[in-house]
């Protein structure tokens, strides 16, 4: 196909009988065979592309030169029908649909938010809103979201530092060429309450504006005192859409008033890694901290100019600019199970507190580029990123500070209410202490240049390379300044510049079949996460990156009515980990890896029937825990956050014109807590259940039943103190409209 043909939105339709042919016969197409196919040409115009389903062609990114068919990743699309039809409110909520991920807490000092853990590794330093880094102590909400990309395996050169086991992109809704206006209105159990606006308007053939706005309140069923209120806007304008030269101007902004819930405290009594320790048996509604105390308040304020220029049709600019300022205040109380109380039936209420800003200026740039050189097909990009980012934390000082041995709890602490009993312990207690700010303000900064470029080159009809490589020039500083002495405290520094690459080979069977092998790499330095995280910087931390590469064999087939099949098997090896020695500072002395497969459906098996499916198995394990005695002990654990099964189902099915049932099934094995292997939560399996009535073609009603069967288990855990509880059951019915 000639390059000018390339670019437009043209695909080329085969005779149906020659692939149903091929299909069944798994015959291997040669080059001169495809030739000599009938062609025909069908265009559609760029607004009219297939957008619903739950089967995905393509990743949003430019730096992905081809369809996800010919692509040699495992990457996972949760499309807006998924989102919809799950239920789903939270971005936490739509990743639940994709198996291999799991979720941290707030660890180490890291600020509670979105951590996912993908393929065993941390990825809260690899999270990003329409290919922009956002790091910032967030709770995502899916009300401005299209579509949530799921890149798995080490991903440095697509990503820069911190994606060891994949990144994580939110592709925001913009501006359309057609006028309309959606939205629903949700009640529910559990006082749910959820109201969604999402509007276009076409000024005129250049300009269209859009508007997503949010409003939900609700309880969180089965947690004492547990509730969350939130509203978000997020207002867009596109200048130039029919023509080669454009402008977006997008804004967001997110609000919330929550209760933070630390759920129950794991039992100390017997805790070892031949007995690791479980949360306590007690009823799961209990709510361990102060209702008069506790609470979380976060605002999200960002602005994007994108401006694309398409120079023909083989050359394409664009520059993505943004300003971004998270806010991330709390008290929380941690049950906490340090000093022996749990073993004695009562719980130490610890505070941990938070109040961090997050302010980051980011700009992104990149050309994309089809030539033809040496007789091969190019598709390439190249860009350069830089960005700033600065946290600023001045957590709450509490009076009385009771640390250490001091946390035994005696009958004076139970009266005074800094202690309370495990079965019965009362949100209602009043605090009896003082709280105030604390003088300290910790800074973290950090400045990013990167470099990148990638090319799909296809080298016959059957074969295609794909390449990549990005440079990244990093450095971060961290430091305190007691505002009450006016004195400095210690400040900190590392600069690191690391290269990463990705290589994978793409052998197409058939036209809808491919075979892929790839290679890949991430770096991690210190810092990565800017003072959100659990990996701040201090004494002995300028080391150097921690470095993970993968090796992955898979296959991508789509058959049936619309349904892409795949699967892959992976070994991810991390090297020099950093890793605590007997003097208790941190080295780059350890070594990590994982092994696994994971097998995936989405899209339609038949006109009316669609599904959304997984399973993935990750073989973990601590190889090298470094040479102290803690290090040697670890040597053969598993990985924390890392359960060794997890699988999901996600399936409707048109019954009728008007009426589709659907339902889901989530499965996670028991996964340990930290790399000691010495606390862990229990495996699960969650039922949900869906139905929707087409009133007319401008309105439905869906009823979604979450965690159909009160399923009562833990979410997520911490490395020693406590574990998470996931919701209990929530029903709620929901009316969607679009004019």
């Known amino acids: 196909m000639a390059n000018a043909e390339r670019s437009k939105d043209v695909f080329n339709v085969r005779s149906s009988l020659a692939l149903m042919a091929m299909a069944v016969s798994g015959t291997v197409y040669a080059a001169d065979e495809a030739a000599t196919l009938p062609e025909v040409k069908v265009s559609a115009p760029k607004d009219k592309e297939k957008t619903d389903g739950y089967k995905a062609e393509k990743a949003s990114s430019s730096k992905f030169t081809a369809p996800l068919l010919d692509t040699p990743k495992s990457i996972t699309v949760i499309t807006a029908d998924v989102i919809k039809d799950t239920g789903s409110v939270t971005l936490e909520d739509a990743l639940r649909t994709v198996p291999g991920i799991t979720f941290g807490t707030a660890e180490g000092g890291g600020s509670i938010g979105d951590r996912p853990f993908i393929r065993g590794f941390d990825s809260q330093s690899a999270m990003y809103v329409d290919g922009v880094r956002s790091v910032g102590g967030q709770s995502r909400e899916v009300f401005a979201v299209d579509s949530i990309e799921v890149l798995k395996g080490p991903s440095g050169a697509y990503d820069g530092r911190g994606s060891a086991g994949g990144s994580i992109n939110m592709v925001t809704k913009q501006p359309k060429a057609e006028n309309f206006i959606g939205g629903s209105v949700g009640l529910g159990t559990d006082s749910y309450r959820r109201v969604t606006i999402d509007g276009n ?17 609700a309880n969180t069923p089965g947690r004492d005192e547990v509730d969350m209120n939130k509203f978000g806007f997020a207002p867009s304008i596109t200048f130039g859409m029919s023509s080669p030269t454009s402008l977006n101007l997008s804004y967001y902004h997110l609000k919330s008033d929550d209760t933070p819930d630390f759920g129950l405290p794991f039992t100390l009594a017997g805790r070892s890694k031949a007995n690791p320790s479980s949360p306590a048996s007690v009823d799961k509604d209990n709510f361990y901290g102060y209702s008069s105390r506790d609470f979380r308040k976060t605002q999200v304020d960002s602005g994007t100019a994108t401006f694309k220029h398409v120079f023909n049709d083989d050359v394409a600019f664009k520059n993505v600019t943004r300003y971004d300022v998270s806010a991330n205040d709390y008290i929380v109380t941690v049950p906490d199970d340090s000093v022996g109380n749990v073993a004695n039936g009562t719980v130490f209420r610890a505070p941990k507190s938070r109040n961090a800003t997050t302010k980051t200026v980011s700009n992104v740039s990149d050309l994309s580029v089809a030539f033809d050189a040496f007789g091969f097909k190019n598709k390439a990009n190249t860009g350069i990123e830089f960005s700033h980012e600065r946290t600023h934390n001045r957590p709450y000082a509490f009076n009385p500070n009771i640390t250490g041995a001091a946390r035994v709890c005696t009958a004076a602490m139970l009266a005074s209410n800094q202690c309370t009993t495990l079965e019965n312990p009362d949100p209602d207690d009043a605090y009896t202490g003082v709280v105030g700010v604390s003088p300290t303000l910790t800074t973290t ?61 793409v052998y197409k069977i058939q036209p809808n079949a491919s075979v892929y092998t790839s290679w890949g790499t991430s770096s991690t330095p210190s810092g990565s996460t800017v003072g959100n995280g659990s990996d701040t910087l201090g004494v002995n931390n300028d080391l150097t990156p921690e470095r993970s590469r993968s090796a992955e064999l898979g296959v991508k087939w789509d058959v049936l009515e619309d349904l892409a099949l795949t699967a892959a098997i992976f070994r991810i090896e991390k090297t020099n980990a950093r890793v605590t020695d007997a003097l208790g500072l941190p080295v780059n002395a350890g070594d990590m890896q994982v092994k696994g497969f994971e097998v995936g459906a989405a899209g339609k098996i038949t006109s009316q029937w669609q599904v959304f499916t997984g399973y993935t198995y990750l073989d973990s394990e601590v190889v090298d825990g470094g040479g102290n005695a803690a290090g040697l002990a670890n040597k053969g654990n598993r990985f924390a956050n890392t359960p060794k099964d997890s699988a999901s189902i996600w399936t409707t099915y048109a019954v009728t014109p008007k009426w589709t049932v659907g339902g889901g099934a989530f499965y996670g094995d028991k996964q340990f807590g930290n790399v000691a292997n010495t606390v862990e939560i229990p495996s699960y399996t969650r039922l949900d259940a869906m139905a929707s009535y087409k009133i007319d073609k401008n309105l439905d009603l869906r009823l979604n039943v979450q965690n159909l069967t009160d399923e009562r288990y833990f979410s997520s855990t911490y490395s020693t103190h406590y574990a998470v509880v996931a919701p209990g059951r929530l029903a709620f019915l929901t009316l969607n409209f679009k004019y």
Do not use: P
Request: net charge negative.
């Open 445 to 505: 900064r950090t400045i990013t240049k990167s470099a990148y470029v990638f090319d799909s080159i296809e080298l016959t009809k059957q074969w295609i390379a794909n390449l990549g490589v990005r440079y990244d020039d990093y450095e971060t500083q961290s430091g305190s300044f007691n505002r009450a002495t006016n004195l400095a405290g210690a400040s900190f520094e590392n600069k690191s510049h690391f290269w990463n690459y990705q290589a994978g080979l």
């Open 201 to 217: 308007y076409v000024i005129n053939e250049d300009i269209a504006i859009r508007l997503a706005a949010l409003s939900h309140d």
